[in-house]
């Protein structure tokens, strides 16, 4: 069966209790999808990237694929 693969991006903040989604990105192969990830994180300045997949194009009923984190793209808050 095929599956959909869909990336987003999220801007982080623990300090502040600040977790929002940034923008999305439909993957069409898994091939590079470290690099892919590393590249998206580095776009958006993004310190979690999500990757989901769904079994249908229209991503209802979606489960978490892989998640990465990029500690370079955390926030410069101080406590
Ligand atoms: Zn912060």
Known sequence: ???YYLAVTYDVCEHN??????NEYHLISLVIL???AKYLAERDIAPIVRV???DTSDFIGTRLYKEYKFKEYECGCVD
């Open 52 to 54: 989901f997949t769904s």
């Open 1 to 3: 069966m095929k599956k």
């Open 17 to 22: 209790d600040f977790f929002m989604d940034m």
């Open 34 to 36: 470290d690099n892919y």
